[in-house]
């Protein structure tokens, strides 16, 4: 995570995440025989996971926020101010727990897929507590087939995300929380068993409780 201020880079925060374990199940997955394009064929499946998060990641990494300056008759003393921002961490520094429902629908090689998720948050050791978070997002896609080993998956679609405030020794942190609503599409190519996905998200609309940094667009790429 990078500060700016007027143009100048006046903090750095970086560092591998918080470790996520999940496990799915799928409750429905219709067959549909070999030919997964067979003309007129709808198939459906409905997945639920859950899983948990592990503090891996860094959480107490403090920012310079000012200077202070002493005077002697002598000298002047400039002093670095630190402040420690949860939201610039690389980690939470908590135990939470995620849950997960997925739906797909497919007729031929065009379909909607839909993800729900949720997102607990525990308190740390600095007594600070994520807001527990919503996620929602709908995607339309195309299936195109090269042969057998070679498939390509254009996509659109909607994102919500919602939270409500973020809690500091058992006080709203009233800088947080919100809406947002994004635009995304994206390309997903599959090669045998691996998977390379690429996304692009544009925010549409939000509403972000008190003085925030608003959301900007965001590029995120997997390797599955």
Same mark, same amino acid.
């Given at each position: ?13 970086s560092? +591998? ?10 409750l ?7 030919? *997964?394009l ?11 996971? &859950? ?14 926020v ?5 005077f002697?008759? *002598?000298t002047? %003393?400039?002093k ?10 690389a980690? &939470?520094? *908590?135990?939470n727990?995620? +849950?997960?429902? @997925? ?24 007594h ?8 929602f997002?709908?995607?339309? +896609? ?5 042969? @057998? ?5 254009p ?21 947080s ?12 190519? +599959?090669?045998?068993? %691996?998977?390379?996905?690429f ?26």
């Amino acid at each position: 995570n990078y500060v700016y201020r007027k143009d100048s880079l006046i903090d750095n925060i970086s560092g +591998f995440g918080d470790f996520s374990v999940i496990a799915n199940y799928r409750l429905i997955n219709t067959k549909i025989g070999s030919d *997964s394009l067979a003309k007129n064929k709808l198939m459906h499946r409905l997945t639920v996971g &859950t899983g948990v998060e592990l503090p891996t990641g860094s959480y107490n990494k403090q920012s310079v926020v000012g200077y202070e300056t002493t005077f002697s008759p *002598s000298t002047i %003393i400039g002093k670095p101010k630190f402040e420690l921002d949860p939201h610039l961490q690389a980690g &939470t520094g *908590s135990i939470n727990y995620i +849950f997960m429902l @997925e739906y797909l629908v497919k007729m031929n090689r065009l379909g909607l897929s839909t993800n729900i998720s949720y997102k607990m948050f525990t308190e740390n050791s600095n007594h600070f507590k994520f807001a527990n978070r919503y996620n929602f997002n709908s995607s339309l +896609f195309y299936l195109i087939k090269f042969n @057998e080993k070679v498939k390509m998956l254009p996509y659109l679609g909607v994102n919500y995300e919602m939270s409500y405030y973020d809690n500091n020794n058992g006080l709203d942190v009233l800088n947080s929380g919100g809406e947002a609503i994004f635009f995304s599409g994206g390309l997903n190519f +599959f090669i045998k068993n %691996i998977g390379i996905d690429f996304t692009y998200f544009k925010p549409i609309y939000q509403n972000l409780f008190g003085y925030q940094p608003s959301n900007k667009t965001r590029i995120i790429a997997q390797l599955t």
